[in-house]
């Protein structure tokens, strides 16, 4: 699942996921319980991700990779939030052809700027997730457009990417997701 910040894609994953039985693997996630776990992983992440910038690419990689080796991801699995950058997508087909596997699908779930920050700036007041601040969220979409956007030209030129627009309601999104996978 591709998609800046406040686009939906980690909704509308864990809504393909419940469909598809196959497991939603979310790199935010991931740091954030390392983080609340209070693991050195986390400690480490926290200082990328209280900034709005990347956790390192040599960390993110392997740490996607463990998880994908994992026994509950022989019928697929749900990347959301990685890769993101064009390093981590090159190094995940790399390893990915090694054990024989690929990426089918990038999805990217769009939406214009004005929307995010309306989402990003409701979401800091629901969640109150640290890194939704303004200027947090501001550096989030930068980096989004400079290190993230790359990667639709890069799955676009493997002929895997499908554009879903994401300012519509929730369930209209998944609708056209499930029928874009096929489930
Ligand atoms: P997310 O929940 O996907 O918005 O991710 C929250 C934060 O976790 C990001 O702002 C980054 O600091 C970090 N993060 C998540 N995924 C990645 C990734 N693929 N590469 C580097 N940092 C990541």
Redesign the pocket.
Known sequence: MLGP?GAG??TQATRLSEVAHVPHV???????DNVGRGTELGSL?KT??????????D??IGM?MDRVAQNDTSSGYIL??????KP?AISLDQELSKIGSMIDLAVLVDCPQDELLRRLSGRALEEG?A?DSPE?IKE?LQ?YEIQTSPLVEYYDQQGKLKRLNGKRDVDSVTKDLCDLVGV
């Open positions: 910040p894609k980690g979310s790199t935010g996630d991931i740091f954030r992440a990328y991700m209280d900034q709005g910038a990347l956790v390192p690419d960390i993110t996607v959301d939030g990685f890769p993101r950058t981590q997730r890194d947090v989030r980096v």
